[in-house]
């Protein structure tokens, strides 16, 4: 059947996804809470391709072993039984108290050091689950004021964290990337590294950068009033697209979390080109929850919702390709007769030179025509299904 995910798709979503209960700033849960494996069986025969966790929803932190034992046994029957895996895990470093000041990046040693023992033990069990790729997002990892902390010394301790963290993954043998996931702001007033350009120079800095990559979101970027194709094609173009967490988020509200493309139509299309066009093949994870008003009915169309309009966007992204009137004006605004190929070789003197002794008639140039609102219009028809 048509749009019917499959687990090829590699759609994901998060135990605190399907599992939410509707709780917000201003108001208490509308939903009760599922177990782990009561999650997992939610999502049964929607084609979904995985579960991804933090270590806190599937064993809370208070657990005895005998606890955790039964959790886990449940949890895995569970994965048995619907056939589904979990590629992505990571640890909750934001919900404790103790982490009001950050994790990574708090002022007290003392948190520091137990927000690495923890992760220590995240890592563990996301491997033992099968885990191949951590997500590290720092919501805590970030200020009030400014007066509280140097974001200097913040940087270091974040990358002290990470560089401990990579030798702790090669020194198990485990088979896990990392991948950071920026985001400016919710829960604190400011986060450090908040977008996809600002980690991926952060990752250069580290020890082990080869380890570690990407986890943008398309809500984090728009928060900032940014375009997340943009973002995703430069952590793409440097080989740092581990990990992508989709959901949608109108430019200037509070952090949204909405169903994928549910908002931003045009721009959820543009995003599942690119990922399409350049063959992404990680997973395509849902970060995003059923409105408060939902129950879980309805957050069962919540997440077939998530995954169907990814596919009727990647049906429209090859219709996009094969448009012979889209593409024969792309070919026309490229057109290129070959006259500066020589530009191409890169750097010489010789270049140089030629370069130099070449007239450009500007206003010629200027008349070139770049047709691009009809190109825009044929792109809105395609979308709107009247092509
Ligand atoms: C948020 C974040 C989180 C993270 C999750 C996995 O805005 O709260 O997007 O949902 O993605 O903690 O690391
Ligand atoms: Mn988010
Ligand atoms: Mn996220």
């Known amino acids: 059947m048509a749009y019917e995910p499959q687990p090829e798709h590699k759609f994901t979503f998060g135990l605190w996804t399907v599992g939410n209960i509707g709780r917000d700033p201003f108001g ?10 009561q999650q997992v069986r939610l999502l049964e025969g929607s084609g979904a391709y995985g579960v991804n966790f933090h270590d806190d929803d599937l ?5 005895t072993a005998a606890e955790r034992d039964a959790i886990i046994r449940e949890f895995k029957q569970a994965l048995n039984d619907t ?3 979990v590629p992505m895990a990571t640890a909750n470093l934001f919900g404790d108290p103790v982490f009001k000041d950050g994790a990574f990046t708090a002022n007290d040693p003392k948190v520091r050091a137990y927000a690495l023992q923890k992760v220590l033990r995240a890592i563990d069990l996301g491997v033992e689950m099968g885990a191949s790729v951590y997500v590290f997002w720092g919501g805590r990892e970030g200020t009030e004021t400014d007066s509280s902390k140097s974001p200097l010394e913040s940087s270091q301790r974040f990358r002290d964290a990470l560089n401990f963290l ?3 993954v090669r020194d198990q043998g485990y088979n896990l990337k990392f991948a950071l996931e920026p985001k400016p702001n919710e829960p604190r007033s400011d986060i450090y590294l908040p977008s996809v350009g ?5 990752i250069s800095t580290l020890d082990d950068p080869e380890m570690v990559g990407l986890n943008p979101e398309v809500a984090h970027e728009h928060m900032s009033g940014l375009n997340f194709t943009h973002a995703v094609a430069q952590a793409w173009d440097a080989g ?3 990990h992508i967490d989709l959901n949608d988020q109108l430019f200037g509200r509070y952090d949204q979390d909405f169903r994928f493309g549910s908002v931003m139509l045009k721009q959820a299309f543009y995003l599942v080109k690119f990922l399409e066009d350049v063959g992404y093949a990680g997973s395509r994870h849902f970060d995003a929850h059923a409105y408060r008003t939902s129950d879980y009915a ?5 997440a077939r919702g998530c995954m169907r309009t990814y596919l009727i966007l990647k049906e429209k992204a090859a219709r996009f390709n094969a448009d012979s009137e889209i593409q024969a004006l792309l070919a026309e605004v490229k057109a290129d007769e070959g006259q500066y190929a020589y530009l191409a070789g890169g750097y010489s003197r010789e270049v140089v030179a030629r370069l130099r002794g070449e007239t450009f008639d500007r206003a010629a140039m200027n008349r070139r025509p770049l047709p691009y609102e009809r190109l825009d219009q044929l792109t809105i028809e395609l979308l709107l299904g009247v092509r």
């Open 28 to 37: 208490a849960p509308t939903r009760d809470p599922l177990t782990p494996a």
């Open 59 to 63: 064993v809370p932190v208070d657990a």
């Open 83 to 85: 056939g589904i895996v």
């Open 166 to 168: 990579c030798r702790y």
């Open 198 to 202: 600002a980690m991926l120079g952060f």
């Open 240 to 242: 740092k697209l581990f």
């Open 298 to 302: 309805d957050v069962k169309e919540f």
